[in-house]
C-alpha cells in the first residue's frame, strides 16, 4: 500500500512496519491548531491529535445512528391516528400487538427485548422529531444533523463541539466505532478518534515475538520528528497503550448478556468493553446501516423492519445488561437522518420522509413514557411526518443534563425549550 505525506512534511525513510500506516486527506485539513487536524491510520484505527490518558468519565454518551433513515411510523406507532391504518393498508401494525400502547402510540412487537428497561424508566422515545427543514437526501441530511450548526461553512460536528468545552485534549475522550471512519458529529478541532472494534486499536506490525523490537525502532524513527505525522504518530503510540489493557483482556460479554449477530450488536459489545474499561471515554458513536427501506418493510411475519427493529432492541438490551452498574452513568441517544412517507408504495416499502422519532435509554432518563407534540397525519402521496420537535431540543437536554454544559455553545443558534425527558446528572 501507498503511504502519503504532506507535501510540507519531510520524507522519512519507509519500513515494512508502516506499510499499512496511512495519512488521512483530513491530515491536510485545520492543521493552524497544531495537532489539531491532524489524523493518522494505523491498521483499523484512525486517531486524531493529542496524547492520552484520562481519569473515569462522570459521563458516557453513546450516540447510534441508525443510517439510511428509520421508520419511525414503525417502530413507534400512532394507533390512535386512523390516518395510519388508511396509508398503510398492507403493512401497518395492528393495535392490538403493540407493546407499552398509551392513548395514542405503541411499540413494535420486535422491540420486546426493550420493553423491561421502558417499564423501569430507562427508555424513552420522542415522536414527530427531525431538521428544521425537510431534507432527503441521505448524504446532506447525515451531514447536517451532525453539523447542527445551520449555515456554518465550518465542518464542526456537534460531538466535537461538545467534548471541545473541556481542557482534556486526549483522542481516547471521543470513539467512534464501526466503520473505523470518524463520523462527522466527531470532526473538528478537538480530539477524537476511530476504530473498527476495540480490537483494531492497534499498530501493524507490533504483534507476535518481535513486537518490542518493532516497537522500539517505530519509537526510535518518530519519537524526535517534529512534523505533524510524527507527533501524530507519537500521539498513537499513546492512544493504542491506553486501550492495550481492554484490547489484550476478556471480550466475553459481561453478566451474561447474549448479543445477537451482526454489525450493531458487534460494535455495542466493543462499546460495552470501553464503557466497563473505565479509561475516561465520554462519548461513544455508533453507526448501523440498512434502514433505507423502499422495499420490504414486510409485515409482523417477514421484512426488514420486523429484523432490524428485533436487532436493534436485542443489541441494546445486551448492551445494558453487559454494563451493569455502570448503566447508571450511561447515556443512549438512537436517531436517524429523516423518516418516511406516511403512505406505503407498491413494494410494501416507504420512499424517504421528514419526521422521525428518537430513543433515549439509561442514565438520566425519564422514562416509560412518549414524549413530542403530534401533528396528526395525512395520507396523500407525498405525505410527510411533520416535524414539531427540532432535534436539537433533545439533544441539547442531554448535554445540559448529563455534562453540564452550555447547550449554545454545543448547538449555534439554537436556544429551544427542554421536554423533561433528560433529569440532571446528580453533582
Known amino acids: ?27 491536510l485539513m485545520g492543521t493552524a491548531a497544531g495537532l489539531a487536524g491532524a489524523a493518522v491510520v494505523y491498521g483499523g484505527a484512525e486517531v486524531r491529535a493529542s496524547a492520552a490518558g484520562l481519569a473515569p468519565a462522570p459521563s458516557v454518551l453513546v450516540v447510534l445512528s441508525l443510517r439510511g433513515a428509520a421508520d419511525g411510523l414503525s417502530l413507534v406507532v400512532p394507533h390512535a391516528d386512523p390516518v395510519y391504518y388508511q396509508a ?35 427508555v424513552a422515545a420522542v415522536h414527530a422529531t427531525g431538521l428544521p427543514a425537510p431534507n432527503r437526501s441521505h448524504f446532506a441530511a447525515m451531514e447536517e444533523i451532525e453539523d ?144 433505507d427501506m423502499h422495499t420490504g418493510v414486510g409485515t409482523l411475519e417477514w421484512g426488514r423492519m420486523k429484523d432490524n427493529a428485533g436487532g436493534l432492541a436485542s443489541s441494546l438490551a445486551a448492551f445494558f445488561t453487559d454494563i451493569g452498574p455502570l448503566a447508571d452513568k450511561v447515556t443512549v441517544v438512537a436517531l436517524s437522518e429523516f423518516g418516511r412517507r406516511v403512505a406505503e408504495n407498491a413494494n410494501y416499502g416507504l420512499d424517504h420522509g421528514y419526521g422521525n422519532v428518537m430513543f433515549l435509554a439509561g442514565a438520566g432518563v425519564v422514562g416509560g413514557r412518549y414524549y413530542g407534540t403530534w401533528p396528526g397525519l395525512v395520507n396523500t402521496e407525498d405525505g410527510d411526518l411533520t416535524v414539531t420537535t427540532d432535534y436539537r431540543a433533545v439533544l441539547s437536554e442531554v448535554v445540559r443534563a448529563r455534562f453540564s454544559v452550555d447547550s449554545s455553545q454545543v448547538f449555534p443558534g439554537f436556544s429551544g425549550a427542554g421536554l423533561g425527558v433528560v433529569a440532571p446528572r446528580a453533582t
Open 1 to 27: 500500500m501507498t503511504t502519503s505525506f504532506p507535501a510540507s512534511a519531510p520524507m522519512a525513510d519507509c519500513c515494512d512496519d508502516f506499510t499499512r500506516m496511512r495519512l488521512s486527506r483530513r491530515a
Open 88 to 122: 398503510r393498508p398492507r403493512i401497518a401494525v395492528p393495535a392490538d400487538q403493540l407493546l407499552a400502547r398509551d392513548g395514542m402510540f405503541g411499540l413494535h412487537p420486535s422491540l420486546a427485548p426493550l420493553l423491561p428497561l421502558w417499564q423501569a424508566g430507562k
Open 148 to 291: 447542527a450548526s445551520a449555515g456554518s461553512a465550518q465542518r464542526i460536528g456537534w460531538l466535537n463541539r461538545l467534548i471541545g468545552l473541556d481542557a482534556i485534549t486526549s483522542p481516547v475522550q471521543a470513539v467512534g466505532l464501526g466503520s473505523g471512519v470518524l463520523p462527522t458529529s466527531l470532526s473538528g478541532p478537538a480530539a477524537a478518534m476511530a476504530a473498527e472494534s476495540v480490537d483494531g486499536i492497534s499498530i501493524a506490525g507490533t504483534d507476535g515475538s518481535s513486537a518490542a523490537g518493532r516497537r522500539a525502532s517505530l519509537a526510535t524513527l518518530w519519537n524526535k520528528d517534529t512534523s505533524v505525522l510524527g507527533r501524530a504518530a507519537r500521539d498513537t503510540f499513546a492512544s493504542v497503550d491506553t486501550f492495550a489493557p481492554i484490547a489484550a483482556g476478556d471480550d466475553t460479554p459481561a453478566n451474561g448478556a447474549v448479543y445477537p449477530s451482526g454489525d450493531l450488536g458487534d460494535s455495542l459489545a466493543h462499546a460495552a468493553r470501553i464503557v466497563r474499561g473505565d479509561l475516561g471515554v465520554q462519548v461513544i458513536t455508533v453507526d448501523q446501516g440498512d434502514w
